[in-house]
């Protein structure tokens, strides 16, 4: 009978993969149903039952899975050579409930309507354009950094802990539900990731957990970087799954806050893009416009710069070549490549609604 069961469920991996398959191609009923309808109380009831934690739930979840697998390969290892067919149909029912899960709980969002129609944006832009928004962050970047620091040459140091960093993120999405309703953000379940080390190692900055709704950040890179960061993960939690997307409601929710410090990274953070776009575009041009470029502000950059250099190792390019294809598997073809086009909707989001 548990046999009978087992096959069932593995078999269940079939009609899944099928119906997501069906969903991909209905963005609108994604859009309306899921993202908008179902996964908004999904991800509250997370939130609610797991934000208080001051530790990730998700992250001891992760620990004990990969225990509990090294530990069922281990007594089970003579097991896959003599009774190898159902040992595949143990494995296969175990992939079937996590496919489930990681889809119902989250997932689906890779398949909603892409952000730029929701905003009636273009998605493609000048190289003119582009520089035009480019000095206009500059402007501000410039501006809000001489009023931290009064003083050009220095760099922004945050005068805050990680946790209040987590705390006030949330501000900034307080302020942009006057026009975004759906961005409304309570509870908060932000927090810093068990695995920081291997994280920063692995090349990446923060994660949304798919199956606990729990963010988790790296608490180990420079705390100029946490604010984006959090705020990156957050529009993750709010069903933004495309890397793009919730690098520019990061953007967005930051250069809302309330907080000087805050903002200060938000302008920063969509100028770096900025410049990069400009520098595969047009070195010439990026060499002139660096110029511009308050001194602290370029301190900064390297400091994350150096920090990331710092912590490359052979196992890196792995880990993101393997993350590059879960994400071209998830419906955004240019995988690690995504967050970089982000630029497309800095640029005609300043083009339609100004500085």
């Not at 119906?19 to 899921?34: A, D, T």
């Not at 890196?316 to 955004?332: C, D, I, M, V, W």
């Amino acid at each position: 009978m548990l046999k009978n069961k087992k096959r069932i469920l593995a078999l269940s991996i079939i009609p899944q993969y099928l119906l997501v398959v069906l969903l991909s191609r209905q963005p609108e009923f994604v859009e309306s149903f899921y993202s908008n309808g179902v996964y908004i109380y999904i991800s509250k009831l997370f939130r609610f039952v797991l934000g208080w934690l001051p530790f990730s739930f998700g992250d001891l979840v992760y620990a004990f899975g990969i225990i509990y697998i090294l530990r069922w390969l281990f007594k089970n290892r003579k097991r896959i050579i003599k009774d190898s067919k159902n040992w595949l149909i143990d494995v296969a029912s175990a992939v079937a409930i996590i496919y489930f899960a990681f889809h119902l709980f989250w997932g689906l969002n890779y398949y909603r309507l892409p952000l730029h129609k929701n905003l009636n944006l273009k998605h493609d832009y000048t190289t003119d354009q582009l520089i035009t928004v480019t000095k206009k962050l500059i402007k501000k970047s410039n501006s809000l950094h001489f009023e931290i620091t009064k003083n050009d040459t220095l760099k922004v140091v945050l005068p805050y802990s990680k946790g209040e960093i987590f705390k006030n993120t949330t501000n900034g999405y307080h302020n942009l539900k006057t026009d975004f309703p759906h961005l409304e953000y309570h509870p908060k379940s932000i927090k810093k990731s068990l695995f920081s080390y291997p994280l920063t190692y692995m090349g990446f900055s923060g994660y949304l957990n798919p199956l606990t709704n729990e963010a988790q950040v790296d608490g180990i890179m420079p705390i100029i970087k946490l604010p984006t960061t959090s705020a990156h993960e957050i529009a993750h939690q709010l069903g933004y799954a495309a890397e793009n997307e919730a690098n520019f409601i990061g953007f967005l929710a930051s250069i809302h806050n309330n907080d000087v410090y805050f903002k200060y990274c938000g302008y920063t953070f969509g100028l770096r893009y900025c410049l990069n776009e400009i520098y595969r575009r047009d070195e010439a041009i990026f060499d002139d416009i660096v110029e511009t470029i308050n001194k602290g502000i370029l301190k900064n950059y390297e400091e994350v710069r150096l920090f990331w250099e710092a912590h490359e190792n052979p196992m890196e390019p792995l880990f993101k070549t393997f993350y590059s294809g879960y994400l071209r598997a998830n419906n955004q073809s240019k995988g690690m490549e995504s967050y970089n086009y982000v630029v497309a909707l800095l640029v005609n989001y300043f083009k339609v609604n100004g500085a």
